[in-house]
């Protein structure tokens, strides 16, 4: 029996997604893809998770892209290349992106093409020192559609359209220096100190966080004002979470949360 390419275990509030092809450096295959669609939209309606932790096993490779071999492998028996947006299923670093649980990426080691998106996606990311980034896509004839929309709101455009258009690779530290990655830590702690701040996570209010989430989400790109006037999902204003988070406070004690 063959292990499964996508591992999954929870540890308290916290759901840790591990992908597990290692012998491919952890490419994207169709099938994974398709296991990490259903496993983000899973924990999106599960009550019981607070927060999302993304990595990958080993330390060669956090995500090498899409399966490359794969695809010349569909190329070679003429079968058509599918636009990301016209499939059947949903895109996966759109459903990464728009999860309303906390996700942090642990990014394990060098993140290249689709395993950059896939760590784009994701609202904190924590990198191993050797970790690198990059964005190949030019130099294969390829689009990285969902880079080019996201990294220059993320770092500096001319920064953005160097990693675009060269197709280079930086180094954790400049990632971090540049703000694309939050923090950078020893080979081997990258999944300890992502744990460690999804844990500080699920320590607050999960109506506070899920608020936050949608509003950042859906006020991308919005005038000031209608972003301010959106009112997405619960409000904490109006939840039990504010009335128990504000008593804790008072009483000198740690808050018991029901996410309503």
């Known amino acids: 029996m063959t292990d499964p390419i996508l591992l999954s275990e929870t540890r ?41 932790v993304l990595t990958a096993v080993g330390d060669r ?9 794969a695809r010349a492998q569909q190329d070679a028996e003429g079968k058509p290349f599918q636009p990301l947006l016209s499939r059947v299923q949903r895109y996966l670093f759109e459903v990464v992106y728009e999860t309303v649980k906390p996700t942090i990426a642990a990014v394990n080691g060098p993140a290249v093409a689709g395993g950059m998106e896939l760590a784009l996606a994701c609202d904190i990311r924590v ?4 970790a690198r ?29 160097e990693m675009l258009y060269l197709g280079e690779y930086i180094g954790a530290e400049d990632a971090r220096r540049w703000g694309l990655v939050n923090r950078v830590v020893g080979r081997g702690e990258v999944l300890n100190e992502a744990l460690r701040m999804a844990e500080a996570i699920c320590r607050n209010a999960p109506v506070s966080l899920r608020r936050m ?17 959106l009112n997405e999902g619960l409000s ?7 009335v128990e988070g504000i008593r804790a406070y008072i009483e000198k004690r740690e808050p018991v949360w029901r996410g309503k």
């Not at 490779?61 to 071999?69: R, V």
């Open 213 to 229: 989430k949608e509003t950042a989400i859906r006020s991308n790109g919005l005038p000031v004002p209608a972003a301010l006037r």
């Open 12 to 52: 308290g509030h916290v759901l840790v997604l591990t992908i597990n092809r290692p012998e491919r450096m952890n490419a994207l295959s169709p099938d994974l893809s398709d296991a990490l669609i259903a496993a983000f939209v899973d924990a999106g309606a599960d009550p019981a998770i607070r927060a999302i």
């Open 127 to 130: 990198a191993a020192d050797h």
């Open 61 to 69: 490779a956090f995500c090498a892209g899409a399966d490359l071999k």
């Open 133 to 161: 980034f990059g964005l190949p896509e030019a130099k294969r004839g390829k689009g990285a559609h969902f880079a080019n929309v996201m990294l220059p709101r993320m770092i500096p455009s001319g920064i953005a359209y």
């Open 236 to 242: 904490p204003y109006s939840s039990e979470d504010r």
